[in-house]
């Protein structure tokens, strides 16, 4: 201090401020400082505690057997059981995680098989007591109603839901709906002579040389189409395990048994019907539109499926980075100019190995965030090739990942367990707001542009597939007994009248009949993609708000992130500025932005 004073009085507070800017700039490059995030610190389970059944065994039946006599008491009861739960989903979290980052390895296959076969059966029924246990509790009357309101709804529907015969089918539909991710991990392609993965090898699809391009596609559709028979008998198989779960639980089918089983308080299935239908009005003919613009711009008598992805430009591909590691530096930096906060969950994430990007062989297909619920923070899983929509993927994964951050700290782990509803806002909105500092990645303004009309094309074409995956799964679980012929039949009638594309497929039927069997959600989360669309509807608004008032926009978009699963879905939306609405007119509002700021790029 004295050394500083001194300083201070002889040369005056400018160079002072100066000198310490770069005493900090000195000491912080020579220690290589990094923020390490550990577990939080846990009050009922025991130290050097093992996450295996004879050890859970004795905490539930504690839990299950503990006297409560007050509101108090019952409070203690919740946080305790609470933690338990935290500790068992970040478990299964890096069983999943290693898994899917080493799909050939049969060690962390069995590793997360054990958890689902040997833990989660032995869980259900211990769970399903507790939950007994708290609705009938004289004290539960006396909790906090609003605090508590959407917990104790999702319990009690789980009750209503919960059947001991269903516990070994769930078993089985887990193991058996992860081998669709060890089949499509296996796949690739040789190009020249090198090997790609299937997301490597789409990168080629961007190609100028449209000859070139339609040479990869067809070597990756005859890839996809070498395992449809394998894909169509496991999806016959999981349907049928499905089905027998929804009649276990007295429901017709199952897909009105998972509107349930999701928690879908706030819609209905007609509702999403409504949806598709709005999709098909509005957003449709734009895309039509946009088609025929590309097929002008590209000098085709018609599009083939190998013409949707190159530019039209003429220009080649955007390459916003080059590896994995430019892809998380910019990334953090992109996201630090939005917001310092921000840009420091990224640079968490790094310091702590929670990224992993690069596309390699036996690595499962797409991406994910997967909250890490004891430690309170993600991992993002990706395959990234060097692509502009690598980039969006992780803009996208990392507001999945800000607001894991932001509810880390809600006093009870099933406050965090946000409807996807709400948790794709968060990712879909991040992928808007980022934009303005896209110039991270893209140092000329042309091929900023070009970005930034292309995210908001993929926006619009988003919802069309959406509203085709959502409604054949309808389709697919209210005629539970159709024949293979029934369903590819049944996929073309859903995907025609929304575009199928917008490109011709005469001479390529059947790609266009399995292009069902690349969607992953269809055969490991079921009914989960409807919430997308509803999202992006969200996020065009938050993003309009952002673009009309940044500070406040932003603002409100951490609000309601920060409320977890604490407001109904409607409260939620409220709270970021928007409205929870997926109407006709609504949908032509929101599209009528896009469009306008597409025709200023």
């Known amino acids: 201090m004295l050394i500083g004073m001194t300083f201070l009085h002889c040369y005056g507070l400018p160079i002072f401020q100066t000198f310490l800017t770069n005493l900090h700039i000195c000491i912080s490059a020579y220690l290589h400082i990094k923020t390490m995030i550990h577990k939080k610190t846990r009050t009922y389970i025991p130290a050097g505690f093992e996450i295996k059944w004879e050890s859970l065994e004795p905490l539930y039946t504690e839990l299950r057997d503990r006297s409560i006599n007050s509101v108090a008491d019952l409070e203690k009861w919740l946080h305790d059981r609470s933690e338990v739960e935290a500790a068992l989903e970040e478990d299964f979290a890096w069983r999943y995680i290693r898994m899917t980052c080493d799909t050939t390895s049969e060690e962390l296959l069995q590793n997360f098989q054990y958890f689902a076969t040997e833990i989660e059966p032995k869980i259900a029924p211990f769970s399903n007591d507790l939950n007994k246990k708290l609705v009938d509790s004289p004290w539960v009357d006396k909790l906090d109603h609003k ?46 002579d090198k090997e790609f993965t299937l997301e490597q090898a789409s990168v080629f699809l961007k190609d100028t040389d449209r000859v070139k391009r339609q040479e990869v596609w067809e070597k990756i559709t005859e890839r996809r189409l070498q395992d449809k028979d394998q894909l169509d008998k496991l999806f ?14 007295e429901f017709e089918n199952f897909r009105d048994y998972m509107f349930q089983a999701l928690g879908r308080f706030d819609y209905t299935p007609q509702d999403c019907y ?34 949707m992805d190159v530019d039209i430009s003429g220009k080649p591909a955007l390459k916003p980075f080059n590896g994995g590691n430019e892809l998380i530096e910019k990334s953090i930096q992109c996201f630090s100019n939005i917001n310092r906060y921000l840009g420091e969950r990224l640079e968490i994430m790094k310091d702590n190995n929670l990224f992993d990007v690069e596309s390699r062989k036996g690595k499962a297909p797409g991406g994910y965030n997967y909250p890490l619920s004891e430690t309170g923070a993600p991992f993002i899983f990706m395959n990234s090739a060097n692509t502009f929509r690598d980039l969006t993927t992780m803009v996208h994964e990392g507001g999945h990942a800000v607001h894991t951050f932001l509810t880390a700290d809600l006093e009870l782990n099933d406050f965090k367990h946000c409807p996807s509803e709400v948790a794709e806002l968060a990712s879909m909105s991040m992928e808007l707001i980022s934009m303005d500092n896209w110039d991270v ?41 159709h024949t293979d012929a029934e369903r590819t039949e049944a996929w073309i009638q859903i995907y025609e009248p929304f575009g199928a594309g917008f490109v011709d497929w005469s001479d390529h039927k059947e790609a266009e009949n399995n292009l069902w069997q690349k969607q992953l959600h269809i055969f490991e989360v079921p009914f989960y993609y409807i919430e997308y669309g509803m999202a992006q509807l969200g996020a065009i608004a938050v993003w309009k708000n952002y673009k009309e008032n940044p500070e406040k926009g932003l603002q409100q978009y ?10 109904t879905i409607k409260e939620i939306y409220e709270t970021a500025g928007i409205k929870f609405d997926f109407s006709a ?12 700021e597409m025709d200023k790029l």
């Open 147 to 192: 605090k508590y309101f959407i917990y104790l709804r999702g319990i009690k529907k789980s009750l209503e839901l919960f059947r001991e015969e269903n516990i070994p089918l769930q078993t089985e539909i887990q193991v058996e709906q992860q081998k669709y991710q060890s089949i499509t991990g296996a796949m690739s392609v040789h190009i020249g």
């Open 236 to 249: 016959d198989h999981l349907r049928g395990l499905r089905h027998k779960v929804a009649l276990n639980a």
């Open 274 to 307: 409504a949806f598709h239908e709005a999709i098909e009005k509005e957003i449709v003919p734009i895309l039509h539109e946009q088609a025929e613009k590309r097929k002008a711009a590209l000098k085709l008598d018609s599009l083939k499926p190998w013409d």
């Open 441 to 481: 990645y893209f140092d000329n303004e042309e091929d900023l542009k070009r970005a930034k009309h292309d995210q908001l094309f993929d926006v619009l074409k988003t919802l069309p597939w959406v509203a085709v995956v959502d409604q054949f799964q309808h389709w697919i679980y209210t005629n539970p007994d």
């Open 558 to 567: 951490l609000d309601a992130l920060k409320l977890g699963y604490t407001k």
């Open 585 to 596: 007119g609504y949908v032509k509002e929101l599209a009528a932005f896009v469009k306008a």
